[in-house]
T-cell receptor, first 114, second 116 residues
Framework: GDSVTQMEGPVTLSEEAFLTINCTYTATGYPSLFWYVQYPGEGLQLLLKATKADDKGSNKGFEATYRKETTSFHLEKGSVQVSDSAVYFCALSDRAQGAQKLVFGQGTRLTINP | DGGITQSPKYLFRKEGQNVTLSCEQNLNHDAMYWYRQDPGQGLRLIYYSQIVNDFQKGDIAEGYSVSREKKESFPLTVTSAQKNPTAFYLC???????????????FGSGTQLSVL
């Protein structure tokens, strides 16, 4: 079945460092890809998404490009802030099954030190 | 403000007891979902509902039950048959019936369930 694999955490960086969180996926169809973020004690919020190959999702300085050839959707940010500390989830939904079959990665905890 | 409200924030269950987690939304969304989150793991789908009076099992429905009597409400009952209920439970909703793969999910702030 469909699956998502994220890089192991936790990830600890200093403020203004460059961030990459790797995400690769396995899917039989043509999925849409998402990054969700979970701040401490809260539910998840959609950070960005891409619905087809070569699409780039972006929000709040974060970017991710849908790479079909490498089945990847890596999250990047050029200069992180303390407020970016959170858990980040990569996810996919298969076009044939819709949002109810959203498949999540295990999450990557990010801590940014001042 | 529109959103999803989950209650309580913390819940404790005794052995053999059923407990019910509340989820209410005022976003007028058709679809609602329950996910379970365990430490170091991704979210796993328990149940989902696309319309009132209809719901489907997700990947880990055993030991759980739901109802959808009103569009705004989708309570989850953790029954005594669920042998490992300690987890963080998240309710979500989406604007459509979930048939399009690019739909955004809106999440509540979660309920932490622990076994006494």
């Amino acid at each position: 079945g469909d699956s998502v694999t994220q890089m192991e955490g936790p990830v600890t960086l200093s403020e203004e460092a460059f961030l990459t969180i790797n995400c690769t996926y396995t899917a039989t169809g043509y999925p849409s890809l998402f990054w969700y973020v979970q701040y401490p004690g809260e539910g998840l919020q959609l950070l960005l998404k891409a619905t087809k190959a070569d699409d780039k999702g972006s929000n709040k300085g974060f970017e991710a490009t849908y790479r079909k050839e490498t089945t990847s959707f890596h999250l990047e940010k050029g200069s992180v802030q303390v407020s970016d500390s959170a858990v980040y989830f990569c996810a996919l939904s298969d076009r044939a099954q819709g949002a109810q079959k959203l498949v999540f990665g295990q999450g990557t905890r990010l801590t940014i030190n001042p | 403000d529109g959103g999803i409200t989950q209650s309580p924030k913390y819940l404790f269950r005794k052995e053999g007891q059923n407990v019910t987690l509340s989820c209410e939304q005022n976003l007028n969304h058709d679809a609602m979902y329950w996910y379970r989150q365990d430490p170091g793991q991704g979210l796993r789908l328990i149940y989902y509902s696309q319309i009132v009076n209809d719901f489907q099992k997700g990947d880990i429905a055993e030991g759980y039950s739901v109802s959808r009597e009103k569009k705004e409400s989708f309570p989850l009952t953790v029954t005594s048959a669920q042998k490992n209920p300690t987890a963080f439970y998240l309710c979500a909703s989406s604007i459509g019936t979930g048939g399009r793969s690019n739909e955004k999910l809106f999440f509540g702030s979660g309920t932490q369930l622990s076994v006494l």
